[in-house]
Every structure is written in structure tokens, then in C-alpha cells.
């Protein structure tokens, strides 16, 4: 399903008190983008620190903590890092909640994982804009569409898609092509999958095709070029998304097609389908990375732990010596 502005009535969050917690990336600009929206009474829930301050800047008078901001809240805003959610979300929030409120998130992760514990008579619905935050203030700015999911995850009242819909609607998201119907469960699985699954294959390709080239002789500027320093793989991810991942192969030699095509057509990718369901049903969808990555104490000791493994890597090296030799040339592009 896909919603346009039609099928929204802005009128319903105009006349609701918005509290944002957090003031971040997407905070700031979903606030702004309400404000001018005509929603009048927006709270802002954030520590006093430079954000607080970026907040009165902006010219919003309510700046309060979380706790304030949660306390007079219709509409809920959970606008800070996911990571960061659950802990704030039992310390700060979950007391303070008033009785038949709504809870917007702008990624699935929290929801689809059951990390919050959600009161019973509250709505809950995600608008996750796919765009950063100075994307979705641009673009409302000069009223151009951009890509957002939207979907009601609970809805105790009966209103909750009205209430997402103009939500999504005032901060521009039913523009245009409008706003695709997912869930909390689709948005945060696909998103982990591309985290756990696509990007390091990626990487790992990368990673072993430097360390075949390099063993067989050939330098690490000619190397690190050919595969993506030049950028020429942002050209053809470019294409990918406006013509198709296969498509855009027009664009290529008739040599590189042919060795593209016969290669993956030889490939049934038996061995990595099978790869890819493990990590989807095992890892993400079965919560167990949710649960193992809501332990922050773990969290906050295993990242810096994988960013060592990786720096002792010799494509990592051979990166560093190339960025210093060729510095001119990237820097200018
Ligand atoms: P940011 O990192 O920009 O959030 C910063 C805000 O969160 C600040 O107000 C900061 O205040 C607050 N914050 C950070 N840590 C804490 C904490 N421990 N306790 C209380 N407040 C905290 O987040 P984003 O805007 O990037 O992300 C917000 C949500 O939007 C997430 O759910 C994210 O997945 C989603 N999203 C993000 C997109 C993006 O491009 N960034 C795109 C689409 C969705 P302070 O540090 O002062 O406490």
C-alpha cells in the first residue's frame, strides 16, 4: 500500500502537543518540518547540552528534559540512536508517559525486537524516512518527495494510521510518489540483513580480491584504483538504482558484460542463499542479535574489539600508503 498527502489529514497532529526526545539528525529536522506544518505546540526533550542549545537557536521556546517532554506529550517522538533506546526508554520515559498516547519511531529496530515495554492503552506507529536528516529538511524545504516507510505496529485507539499518516504527511513524507506501507519487523530485517549479510560480503570480496591481486604481483595503486578508488563503483551503483543492478551493464564494454554475465550466470549462489538464511532466520530474525546488542556493557566492549581485527588488515594498509601517494587526486575528485 502507499499513501499520498491525499489520504492524510494534517489537521489531527496540528492540534496535538508533539514531544521530541532527542534533537539529533532526525529530531531537528522533523521538528522544524512540523513547525512549518502549522504543528504549534512542540516540546523538545533533550539534556542541556549542545543540542538543547541548537534547539533554542532554532527558535523553539519549550526545551525540557525527557522526562518533562514525555510528561506533556500526545504524540511521542523517539528520535534518539537505537542503541541508546531501551535504557532511556525505562529510566526516562516509560513512567512519565501520559494515558492514550502515541509512540513514532523512525526505524523498526526497538519495535520489531520488543526491546520497549510499551504501555497498553498507547498507539504505536513508525515513520522512517529512508534519508538522513538534512535530507528530509531540504527536501520539505523545496517541497521535492522523498522515500519513507511508514506502518502501525499497535493500535489501541483505533486512530493509530490516521494519526502516523498525518504525521508523515506533516513532515513531507506523502509527498509525491508517497509513503510505502512496510512494518517495524521488514524495515529493522532489512536493514540488519544489509548490515550482516550484504556489506560485509561486500567487503570481504574486496578484502580477498586485494590479497589475490597483491600476492600475484600487481601494485596496490593499480589495485585499490581499479576497485574503487577511482569511484567508479559509485557510477554504477548510481545506475543500479535509476536503471536496474543488472541493466546498467549496458553501459559497460562488451568484454566486461560478457565477463559479468557468463560469471553469474555459472554462479546458482546455492552457498551464499544458504549463508543469507542463516543470518536472517538465526541471527536477526530469531532476536538474538537484538538481545546480545541491547547489552550495552557487551556492545560497548565488542565494537572497538572488531575495529582492531580489522586494522591490522593489509588491504587497510595498502589503503593508507595509496591515500598518502595519491592524495592530490583523491582530494580533487
Ligand atoms: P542522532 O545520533 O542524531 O541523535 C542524537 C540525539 O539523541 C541528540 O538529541 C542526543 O542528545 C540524543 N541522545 C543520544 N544518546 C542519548 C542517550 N543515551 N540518552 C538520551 N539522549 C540521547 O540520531 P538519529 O537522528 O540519527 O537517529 C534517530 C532515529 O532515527 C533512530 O531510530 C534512527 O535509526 C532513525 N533514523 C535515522 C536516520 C539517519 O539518517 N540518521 C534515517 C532514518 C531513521 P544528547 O547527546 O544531548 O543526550
Redesign the pocket.
Known sequence: NIYHDKDADISLVQNKTVSF???????RAQALNLRDSGVKNIIIG??Q????EQARKDGFENVVT?TEAVAQGDILM?????E??Q??WNE?IRSCIKPNTTLV???G?NVAFNLLDIPEDMDVVMV??????AGVRDRYVKKIPYPCFVSVEKDSSGQALKTCLSIASAIGATRGNGAVESSCREEAGIDLFAEQAIWPEIMVIMREAYNVLHEAGFSDEAILFDMYMSKEPAEIFERAATEGIVKQLKYHSRTSQYGQLSTMNKNDGKQIREKFQNILQKNILSGNFAQKWSNQKWAAEELPKEWKVVEEAPIVQAELRVQKLMKDFIKSE
Request: glycine share 12%; aromatic share 8%.
Open positions: 526526545i532527542g534533537y539529533g539528525n532526525q529530531g533533550n539534556q547540552d549542545d543540542y538543547a525527557i523517539l528520535l534518539i540512536p537505537d541508546d533506546q535504557t532511556v526516562q519511531v523512525a526505524s529496530y522512517a524516512p529512508r534519508m538522513i536528516g
